[in-house]
């Protein structure tokens, strides 16, 4: 049975050439970066390049770019190294509700220690208002952090925007672009952010390898205590195979970004089409237009049925999607997403996640979409509950 991985959200897998680019720093070049011998020094020169590469792809300086061990430490680096560095200019974040749990959970975690936090809420398809980020800012407001692009439902928010707003009012301004980076341009300049969060593993990079840029000047406080490297912002010894593959990563991502997107867009919307054609009783969430949408993502809610076992029928089938239902304290609750664009709870239920990436082909979107319109029907007869929901028009 031919294996279809539609699940590019969650992680990729690393690209034959990045990872060949790797090789070497894990056995001959294995210097630690620190050291001031010619092991050393090799090592360090690559880490050099791979920030240069880094800063060319999202338009920074490479002094501008910190190396962590993925987004989730990139996004509380730089929200709780902003917030403590500054809680005497003030204690107020605006963030949004639709946020990935790095930084729901790090906003959360400063609430504990005497912060505000505003979790704006989004429209139907998941956009932030410019209007309600204006009308929340206060005079104790210090943080914005909105993220570049969403996770679950591929909504791409008007972050140049933010950004100027936030400009405009002196606030510093985050933004967690990590399903962002390789698959849409990226120019912190240009979109006037001062600190973007980035994961390697995203973009067909290594797993365990972040970046946070920061924009010189800006003071945050270092949060993981130790050596001085990454110009003493960040202890640990560097890894240097996972940084050379992220730089390899992000250089390829973004010279194949125009060609891969024209496919998997092509793709993608070729699916949506024959879901919504053939699947009565859905719904489509997320971005409309899909010039504000990833490329790669769909995501569907199924009247009337679990998507837990729509994803295991898919799983017999061969294919790998994302349920959106994160499992907590052994219930299976429905994704906050989902509910936070007005899909009610009952359908929240039964959402699936499809993400396509560079590999996936017509034909397998083809294959997902007949073995997807056969589970839902079989499913639903089964359903103890789909007439009703049906008769009650959800
Ligand atoms: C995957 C992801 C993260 C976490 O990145 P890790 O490298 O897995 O820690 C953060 N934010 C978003 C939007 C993500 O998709």
Sequence with gaps: MEKIYLDHAATTYVDKDVLTEMMPYFTEVFGNGSSQHFYGRDALKAIDEAREKVAKAIGCKSSEIYFTSGGSESDNMAIKGYALAHKDKGNHIITSVIEHPAVIQTCKKLEKYGFEVTYLKVDKEGFVSLKDIEDAITDKTI????????????????????????????????TDAVQAVGNIPIDVKAMNVDMLSLSAHKFYGPKGVGVLYKKNGLKIQRFLDGGEQERNLRASTLNTPGIVGCGAAIEKA??????NNEKIQAIRNHFVQRVINEIPHIYYNGAKDPSLRLAGNANFSFVGIE????LFHLDLAGVAV???????????EPSYVLLSIGVPMEVAHGSIRFSFGKINTLEQADYVADVLVKTVEKLRAMSPIYDEMVSKNY
């Design 143 to 174: 943080l914005i952090s909105i993220m570049t692009a969403n996770n679950e439902i591929g909504t791409i928010e008007p972050i140049a925007q933010i950004g100027e707003l936030a400009k405009k009012h002196g606030i510093a301004f985050h």
């Design 254 to 259: 973004v010279k194949d970004m125009e060609k």
């Design 307 to 310: 998507g837990e076992g729509i």
């Design 322 to 332: 994302s349920s959106g239902s994160a499992c907590s304290s052994g219930s299976l």
